[in-house]
């Protein structure tokens, strides 16, 4: 496996290719166009200007997180072929720019949720967290403001300023649409899409629904296991592949990750791992916390275990991080709790090949 860690580029992360490089048995960076606007055409150039950067630092740029499906394709609507042709422009691009996998997701509106960007813990730490009855009695525009307001003057990938403007008109256009319909407009693009992803030799990675269930009334239909049956079986290509987030899917404990794991990874669907740890206190009532297991809900050797065991080798990285040691980041996003997660990560690797023996 490879381990990679999210990076949001030279002009909107605080934190360095040098610092990343730093940390310990990182093997390459996540990286986005954060400047093309969802449907347009991620230009070659762009990609290959961060794949140089990154290279500098000796640090591989081979994972995209995420190219943004148009919310035309995620409605059905007639101009979605237009988006769909530009998203394969897009993928070619990718190729072209050394990259091996794409995640996406197909999260109506919302890319995720939290009620609160800085709850405090026990250790003077802050941390995303989501308890269902804040949100109770909330408009979206209540919870964008929200987010909004509380990311310390980031721009967060999904709320972006000027989408939150047209919230009204979105959840008027999505109005009468249910899961399945939702889920035959993922069929579409898939089946546009995935063709063109496997000739590039690139896998994509869906991306669970963050919390997998339904809020504010918008369809779900990445939030357990037999919805990423439904979403392999779209597509019968190793191209058509789940990016598996552990916090995201974790957040109901009725989700066996690690059965989640050797399931979908014996099948070689598993493009792309999210490894991070939550403390569930009741049913969608939770807040993320260090990676180590002590610390959450999820079993981390457990999981690392099951790629172990069905070889996974796509790229894996720690996810959302708290702030601690007095940083002031991306909410989820710094660089010292996601650093001493990626750590742990690789000393669960580091003693699973050493006991079942390195493959
Ligand atoms: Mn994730």
């Known amino acids: 496996m490879r381990m990679t860690f999210r990076w949001y580029g030279k002009k909107d992360d605080k934190i360095t290719l040098q610092q990343i490089q730093q940390i310990p048995g990182m093997d390459g960076i996540v990286g986005a166009l954060f ?5 347009e055409v991620w230009p070659l150039e762009d990609l290959l200007s961060i794949k140089e950067d990154a290279n500098k630092y000796n640090l591989d740029f081979k994972d995209i997180e995420s190219i943004n499906v148009h919310e035309d394709i995620k409605l059905g609507l007639p101009s979605r072929d237009k988006y769909i042709e530009n998203y394969i422009i897009s993928l070619r691009n990718a190729a072209k720019a050394g990259i091996k996998v794409v995640c996406y997701n197909f999260m109506p509106i919302f890319d995720w949720t ?7 813990l026990y250790d003077g730490s802050t941390a ?3 308890d269902y009855r804040l949100i109770a009695g909330k408009s979206p525009q209540d919870m964008a ?3 909004l307001d509380n990311s310390n003057g980031f721009v967060l990938p999904g709320w972006e300023p000027d989408r939150l403007e047209e919230l009204s008109k979105l959840f008027e256009q999505y109005e009468g649409m249910d899961e399945d319909r939702l889920r035959k407009n993922l069929e579409y693009f898939l089946k546009a899409v995935v063709p063109v992803a496997e000739e590039c030799n690139i896998k994509m990675g869906i991306h669970p629904d963050d919390p997998p269930i339904s809020v504010f009334g918008l369809p779900r239909i990445v939030k357990n296991e037999e919805d990423l049956d439904k979403i392999v079986n779209m597509v019968d290509s190793e191209s058509n592949g789940l990016t598996i987030c552990t916090g995201s899917l974790g957040s109901n404990l009725k989700n066996d990750i690690p059965h989640i794991i050797r399931k979908f990874g014996a099948k070689k669907r598993i493009a792309f791992m999210h490894v991070r740890n939550i403390q569930v206190h009741e049913p969608w009532v939770f807040n993320e916390v260090a990676h180590k297991s002590k610390h959450g809900s999820l079993d981390m050797f457990e999981i690392m275990k099951a790629l172990y065991d069905v070889d996974f080798d796509g790229p894996i990285r720690p996810d959302h991080g708290r702030m601690i040691w007095n940083e002031e980041g ?3 996003y710094g660089l010292y ?11 669960l690797w580091d003693s699973i090949n050493r006991i079942y023996g390195a493959k």
């Open 128 to 130: 995303l967290a989501y």
């Open 114 to 120: 939290r009620t609160d960007l800085a709850l405090p």
């Open 330 to 332: 991306r909410p989820g």
């Open 145 to 147: 403001r929200e987010i």
């Open 337 to 347: 709790d996601r650093a001493l997660g990626a750590n742990y990560l690789c000393g």
């Open 35 to 39: 400047d093309v606007p969802v449907g």
